[in-house]
């Protein structure tokens, strides 16, 4: 599995206007390889909030042939064209990418 973040630097108190832009899907879920996105959010530090878009993928090509997409290009055009609304909150973004090397899950008589 390969997970992306893409951790967001947001204006103190603005988080909730960049987390409702994730509210919908703009077509990810239909990729290929897509397995899930969580929007987590952490408004813990006093000078700017975070938003982490964190998306998980069966393997790299997978997220690299959503980077190529039509769909992606559709989910961005906004933030290209700068006409988006929740852009000039944006501080700065950071992206990471992780291979899963193990994974443990909870054993079904805890679930």
Do not use: C
């Amino acid at each position: 599995m390969w997970i992306v973040m893409n951790k967001l630097d947001v204006e103190k108190g603005k988080v909730e206007a960049v987390k409702a832009r994730f509210e919908t899907t703009k077509g990810i879920e239909s990729m290929d390889g897509f397995i899930r996105m969580q929007v987590l959010t952490d408004t813990s530090d006093e000078t700017k909030d975070q938003v982490v878009i964190m998306t998980t993928w069966r393997d790299a090509a997978s997220f690299e042939n959503w980077l190529e997409s039509g769909a992606y290009k559709h989910a961005h055009k906004k933030r290209d064209d700068d006409t988006s609304e929740v852009k000039p909150v944006v501080l700065g973004n950071t992206v990471s990418q992780y291979e899963v090397a193990i994974e443990h899950g909870a054993s079904s008589d805890h679930v």
